[in-house]
């Protein structure tokens, strides 16, 4: 007889200890089945014990242990501890965060071969060219396995009548279907491309001389080649037989990413890691991964959890980037917990930006992280494009839209180059206004407005979902004149089309690329040239080469300028750095608009100059005045709940505990409580929602608060009120 003790998934701190009889061999990691309550629960064992401080009466059988391939690492299972406890979230609930749904249930699972898609050597010695033109899908078909072998999910992605199609071009020959991509141990192939510059020779070398553990901040240009610095300190990895695990912030970027990668490493198993996939498609990545059948994992935040057994790089590209940041449940930043899973295993990490977090760089410049620069374009006649404020305030404006920037767009249409209009979301969305009362089109149920959504003649509360038919009168006095105030995408584009209107105009934000082939749709339209001017929020800001486009027009900036938020004008920085990025070609230079009424301000002046080091430097000298990260720690408790006195008594109580906790402990004051105040949303769906900020100057001290502070949470908690704690907070 023996102890295990068990990870369920319930909001409860602890683990739970059960009995498996001595004939029955468990180890750490492995699934199992027990009774909780009254249900049949999955759980994992998370420690084997001889015995329990439980009564030995109260201690149940495990219902069934779960003999699959799907048993956790002791690797993992302490990455997870780190996690639950860094994060002081559950245990339980953070190992089942990190597992694909498919293994969430108490299925066993076995790992199931997904046939694989190859061209045969009579396929591969078809010419598209020969091949019948009006065999459309078939041609497809072939175009893509020509890139690389692919399972049934990536074929039937490319069309409706995929899966029939593609029997039909097993059955001519063309095409053999194996159990699993074979691995390659022996090394591989790699198309090196180019000859390094210098500096990536050097940034290369460095990555590959680091003894253990270290993390390395990547600050290059944009165009100055970061990619492929990747795929050279990724191949002398693979080429040592290891893994790689490369985070990417937007799961739009993961397709060409992936495409890229396989172009570059043709015959390495590649897999990616992202919600887009089905469950079956992550549980079969997940498995290959695990297996170290995979040699790189490309994938959003989630992926830093994928079990890697012989890993030995991680990079985080655009490690800048809020995306990494989990905003509810577990709210951990694949960033930070990139570069522990890097300590614990001993190898390097790289961040990588052309604009670092100021966390980061911060930590460059105190030596923390090894700083590698590329400070030039890797091909010599690109250069970056000018950036040129426009004065709003002294120019002719047409709902929100300069006549200078009219002009510009105007001049690329005659000359067959494209423009991006891009409009910063947070904030913009247009909504309707009473020019005789001032009434606005605020949404019942949440301190926010409703937006505006002119297509389906609607006003939509973006927070709780709520909607309703635009009204013909205002429903404060009846008058009749409501107009749109603010600038969304489909404003301006009604704006533009009316300016322009043989012009041939496409609206990219997430409404529009929720569809995955959709998006991908449209991108080849870009590419095509078959687009005159683009509208697009922050998705087209990352990166998208689109060869025609040569000027960039940014709407309406300020608001970030002075924002309540203090990280906003760091990411307007890097956003508009990242958006400039698109325009230009070396052949066609590229040109900025900004349309502001600060032109003057330090951010525009340092984005003019491509001076991130100049901006940064500023910015953590204000950083430090104000007392805000990085050189100070925080954590946010948020709550809320429908009656308003409840939300904020549980936020005093807990404010009276944290000071009193504060004066007694051997802290002897080093925490700083500040004030409970209204979130920056302060109603939602019915609820109000309050904060309690607290920071310190070091994190262990930190911690050690929070793990003291937070049992006491749990006691003033009522059932009434939603609660969380967020540990390096990165919204407000
Ligand atoms: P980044 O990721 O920093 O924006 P990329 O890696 O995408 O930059 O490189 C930008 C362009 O420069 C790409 O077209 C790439 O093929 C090219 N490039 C990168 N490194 C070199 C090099 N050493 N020599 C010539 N061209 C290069
Ligand atoms: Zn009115
Ligand atoms: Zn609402």
Known sequence: MSIVRIALDVPLPTLFDYMVDSGIEVSKGQRVVVQFGSRQMLGVVMETAVISDVPHERIKQVTQVLHDSAALSSGLLDLLRFCSDYYLYPVGQTVFTALPARLRSIRPETRKTMLIYRLSASGAAIDLNDFPKRKVVQRRILAKLAEHPCNIAQI????????????????????DQCDAIPTSTAGHTFENAHTLTGEQQQAVDAVEHAQGYECFLLHGITGSGKTEAYVHMMHHKMLNGGQVLLLVPEINLTPQMEHYFHSRFPGVDLISLHSGLSEGERLHNWQLAQSGTAQIVLGTRLAVFAELPRLELIIVDEEHDSSFKQQDGLRYSARDVAIFRAHQCGIPVVLG??????????????????????????????????????????TVMHHGISESLLGEIGQRIARHEQSLIFINRRGYAPVLMCTDCGWISGCQHCAGNMVLHLNEHRLRCHHCGYQIRVPQACPSCGNAGLHP?????????????????????????????????????????????????????????KGHDFPALTLVGVLNPDTALYSSDFRAAE??????????GRAGRADKPGEVLVQTAFPEHPLFRALHDYDFEGWAAMQLVERQMAGFPPFVYQAMLRAEGKQEKEVFRYLNDARMAAVNLNQSMELQGSMEMLGVVPAAMPRRANHFRAQLLIQAKNRKVMQQFLHVWQPSLNEHQTRKLRCSLDVDPMEY
């Not at 899966?163 to 071009?169: E, G, H, P, V």
């Not at 992280?369 to 305030?393: F, G, H, M, W």
């Not at 041939?504 to 997430?510: A, E, N, S």
């Open 156 to 175: 039937m992605a490319l069309s409706a009548s995929a899966a029939a199609q593609l029997k039909s071009l097993v059955h001519q020959g063309y095409v």
């Open 571 to 580: 990411r307007l920085f890097a956003q508009l750095v990242q958006v400039a």
């Open 353 to 394: 930006s052309a604009t670092p977090s100021l966390e980061s760089y911060h930590n460059a410049q105190i030596g923390r992280y090894q700083l590698l620069k590329l400070t030039e374009r890797a091909q010599d006649s690109s250069r970056l494009p000018d950036v040129r404020c426009i004065n709003i305030d002294q």
């Open 485 to 541: 105030v603010g600038s969304g995408t489909q404003r301006v584009e009604s704006v533009l089309q009316e300016r322009f209107p043989d012009a041939r105009i496409l609206r990219v934000d997430r409404d529009s690329t929720r569809n995955k082939r959709a998006w991908r749709n449209m991108r080849e339209q870009i590419r095509a040239n078959e687009v005159d001017i683009l509208i697009g929020t922050q998705m087209l800001a």
